[in-house]
Antibody, heavy 119, light 106 residues
């Protein structure tokens, strides 16, 4: 089955760190650009970060630049998001997505993992 | 690039024709997608490149527009279409989404 499954979310204190993982299956993971998108419960979607197929290029939203790092392990078919210096405003459901249409459009989404930053 | 959507909330009946508008504050050619999200679920791609129907999406969904103004039309609303719809631009980074349009049952 073609799917993405996120893990690693949870409760963390402000200033803390967390690493999210996204396991891909059912498709050639190494051929696709991948993204992270987040959503505060009840609010809209916000793009977070993107990585190309061989990790040579990454992009970040200004709100996370310098604090978050996107990476991937093509052999393990896994996407990561290392989140440091977490803030209350980082609280959200984090989705990994595949840019499977024309390199740009998100045609496959995981179910998301909730990150809560609170003391 | 900032995207706005109108209306933000829409109440409609099964069988109604529904149109949602997305406007960009600068030109984005046709680099626009529409996705649907139901409560507690991940978004689902409906339309990409402004007007191309994603595989498996019913033909009652259609998209149009280019530049700064885009529309998503549902020709005959079905019970499973009650959801929130987002437009998304992929013309330039940071990628951005519209604030969403919630389609509710009248």
């Amino acid at each position: 089955e073609v799917q993405l499954v996120e893990s690693g979310g949870g409760l963390v204190q402000p200033g803390g760190s967390l690493r999210l993982s996204c396991a891909a299956s059912g498709f050639t993971f190494s051929s696709y650009w991948m993204h992270w998108v987040r959503q505060v419960p009840g609010k809209g979607l916000v793009w977070v970060s993107r990585i190309n197929t061989d990790e040579s290029s990454t992009r970040y939203a200004d709100s996370v630049k310098g604090r978050f790092t996107i990476s991937r392990d093509n052999a393990k078919k896994t996407l990561y998001l290392q989140m440091n210096s977490l803030r209350a405003e980082d609280t959200a459901v984090y989705y990994c997505t595949r840019a499977g249409v024309g390199l740009w459009y998100f045609d496959l989404w995981g179910r998301g993992t909730l990150v809560t930053v609170s003391s | 690039i900032e995207l706005t959507q109108s209306p933000s909330f829409l109440s409609a009946s099964v069988g109604d024709r529904v149109t949602i508008t997305c406007r960009a504050n600068q030109g984005i050619s046709s680099y626009l997608a529409w996705c649907q999200q139901k409560p507690g679920k991940a978004p689902k791609l409906l339309i990409y490149a402004a007007s191309t129907l994603q595989s498996g999406v019913p033909s009652r969904f259609s998209g149009s527009g280019s530049g700064t103004e885009f529309t998503l039309t549902i020709s005959s609303l079905q019970p499973e279409d009650f959801a929130t719809y987002y437009c998304q631009q992929v013309n330039s980074y940071p990628l951005t989404f519209g604030p969403g349009t919630k389609v509710d049952i009248k």
